[in-house]
């Protein structure tokens, strides 16, 4: 999430610019490169050709991420680093796992890389500046065609031209998240003050869509015997949803809503965890690949860390409710 508080002349300073442009980099580098795993996972063995070109997108995005983590040390926000969204305990041993079933080789050495670095001090090194600013527009470029990949894989999958193990849905979700990621980058790129109030609203309108959808994928990946855990997961659905649609009717203050947000979402993280520890144990009966379970992980952490800042941004405030609106990701 980006949060200019240290906006000067509606100017984003190299410090702050520095600093989000990494925190960002980290968190989704990452995720767009299990993205295309994902995808190359679920082609089946004639769409050799679509498989391949989901492993080349795989490589370049660890290409990215691996200049991303060499930038980041000693750069970027320690609450990143803490969070659990770059890396958590169990993301190394989920690879090799991962790699072992998948058969497709995992860059296990940067993963241990991104657990040794260190926090950014009061200030970044400023010489970086261009290169941070070379990282997010090759990052641009390289997530719109992952993009049109994602579309033309759903496109085709849904005229029957083409089956994979993944679900439609799943493609969509998939693209929303790159869509965002590049929309991030293009605000971060013009250095422009930001809404903050509304930032917060899209954020979350964005991210308990994810969550509740999270939800579902999970509890459609269960094997059916795994009945208590799937109405877990489908339980923790219909309360994301709901958590949107309260968010998108403006009724309650924005501080009620994070606060209510926040117990979900701790909930929903200590579901996840849970689950990837059984996985990872082999005492659940899925079909989970054990590093999508710390994708879902991952990414339940990088939303609670956007509530905590949201709350203590927020806390002082006692109204922050009315009319707010929704922006989606725009295509390019």
């Not at 958590?88 to 940067?110: C, F, H, I, Y």
């Not at 527009?137 to 579309?151: G, P």
């Not at 309360?239 to 994070?258: C, V």
Request: hydrophobic letters at 45%; glycine letters at 6%; one cysteine or more.
């Amino acid at each position: 999430m980006l949060f200019n508080s240290g906006i000067t002349d509606g100017l984003l300073p190299t410090n702050v610019f520095i600093r989000q442009s990494l925190n960002l980099n980290l968190f989704f580098l990452r995720i767009m490169k299990e993205h295309s795993f994902f995808l190359a996972a679920g082609f089946l063995s004639k769409d050799e050709a679509l498989s391949q070109q989901a492993i080349h997108f795989m490589n370049s995005f660890n290409a990215l991420l691996t200049e991303a983590v060499l930038l980041a040390n000693g750069n970027v926000d320690s609450a990143v680093l803490c969070s659990g969204e770059v890396a958590t305990n169990m993301t190394l041993r989920a690879e090799q796992k991962t790699q072992g079933l998948g058969g497709v080789p995992l860059d296990t050495s940067l993963t241990v890389q991104e657990l040794r670095l260190l926090p950014a001090a009061e200030n970044v090194n400023p010489a970086i500046e261009g290169n941070v600013q070379s990282l997010n527009e090759r990052a641009i470029v390289l997530t719109r065609e992952l993009v049109k990949f994602k579309t033309q894989v759903l496109d085709a999958m849904l005229s029957g031209r083409l089956f994979t193990f993944n679900f439609p849905l799943l493609i969509v979700h998939i693209r929303r998240e790159a869509l965002l990621f590049i929309e991030q980058l293009r605000l971060l790129q013009r250095r422009g003050s930001i809404d903050l109030t509304q930032e917060v609203i899209c954020q979350k309108v964005f991210w308990d869509l994810q969550m509740a959808e999270h939800a579902q994928f999970i509890a459609h990946l269960l094997d059916p015997t795994e009945a208590a855990l799937i109405d877990q997961a489908n339980n923790f659905a219909r309360l994301f949803f709901n958590l949107r649609a309260q968010t998108e009717s403006g009724a309650n203050p924005l501080g009620q809503l994070i606060g209510q947000e926040i117990a979900a979402t701790s909930n929903l993280r200590n579901f996840k965890a849970t689950a990837e520890e059984l996985i990872l144990a082999n005492r659940i009966k899925s079909i989970i690949f054990p590093l999508l379970a710390d994708h879902l992980l991952r990414e339940a952490n990088h939303f609670l860390r956007i509530l905590d800042t949201s709350g203590r941004i927020f806390g002082l405030k006692n109204e922050l409710s009315g009319q707010l609106k929704i922006r989606t990701p725009s295509l390019f």
